[in-house]
């Protein structure tokens, strides 16, 4: 049996209240959980972006898969000093992510479109405006299943690359152990290691959140301890939780 986990890294933001369920669990069972990002997002400037050749205003909507991509849609635009127009139409992958745009537009008075959370399920709403030039502001690790699904369907878009995707420097993390690290994206995998090339994972357990981390893992030659999601455990709290009960 494996020894107890007393402690777990989340290579994520912390998120800065006791609502979550890392907290619950580190509470229930007396663990110590903390929170560190493996990865951060840095804007491309203005410059850079003029490269790609991309008139921003001859695109009469925006698809927003995250909130990186609205925040970096609006810092282009005041770089480049545009001025959105009220009728630009907003589509955004989830309902979190159409209220994030409150930050930079009035809400009440813009056609925005949201779906639940998944691309396909914001194709319900594209497909009533397939005339429409479509700008898809992204990063530099844009999911490729997106502009296939657009080029397939035959919508007029154009991506933009507005942000990159870096491994942050965790150099005073060297002598820190923790029982338990947990990943959510390739990412991830990829900082560790260009942080620390000589890891060795030793009695170290191994949690990975969907199946392109589970595949970056394998390739790094990392043991998974615990994958999610699965039918068990639907999110990566509970699937730590399951390990932690059956490995008291």
């Known amino acids: 049996m494996a020894e107890k986990v007393k402690s777990i890294l989340i290579t994520q933001q912390d998120p800065g209240n006791e609502k979550n369920p890392y907290y619950d669990l580190g509470k229930k069972y007396k663990i110590k959980i903390d929170y560190r990002p493996f990865i951060h997002v840095e804007g491309i400037n203005a410059i850079d972006f003029r490269q790609q050749r991309i008139d921003i ?53 813009r056609k925005i479109f949201y779906g639940t959370g998944t691309f396909q399920s914001l194709l319900e709403f594209l497909s009533k405006h397939k005339t429409d030039k479509l700008l898809l502001p992204c990063s530099d690790l844009l999911n490729q299943s997106i502009p296939a699904t657009l080029e397939k369907e035959g919508y007029q878009y154009a991506k933009a690359t507005m942000f990159k995707t870096v491994c942050s420097d965790l150099s005073d993390l060297a002598d820190v152990k923790y029982d338990m690290l947990v990943f959510f994206s390739p990412s991830d995998i990829e900082s560790l290691f260009k942080n620390f090339p000589k890891f060795k994972q030793n009695n170290t357990r191994i949690a990975v959140f969907g199946n392109t981390t589970a595949e970056a893992a394998k390739e790094a030659k990392l043991r998974l301890d615990i994958t999610a999601p699965n039918p068990q455990s639907p999110s990566m709290s509970a699937a730590i939780e399951k390990y932690i009960i059956e490995n008291k």
């Open 57 to 109: 205003l001859e695109h009469g909507g925006v698809i927003f898969t995250s909130r990186n991509a609205v925040d970096h849609y609006f810092r282009i635009a005041k770089e480049m000093r545009l001025t959105i127009p009220n009728e630009m139409k907003y589509f955004c992958m989830s309902e979190a992510i159409a209220f994030y745009l409150q930050k930079y537009i009035l809400f009440r008075k």
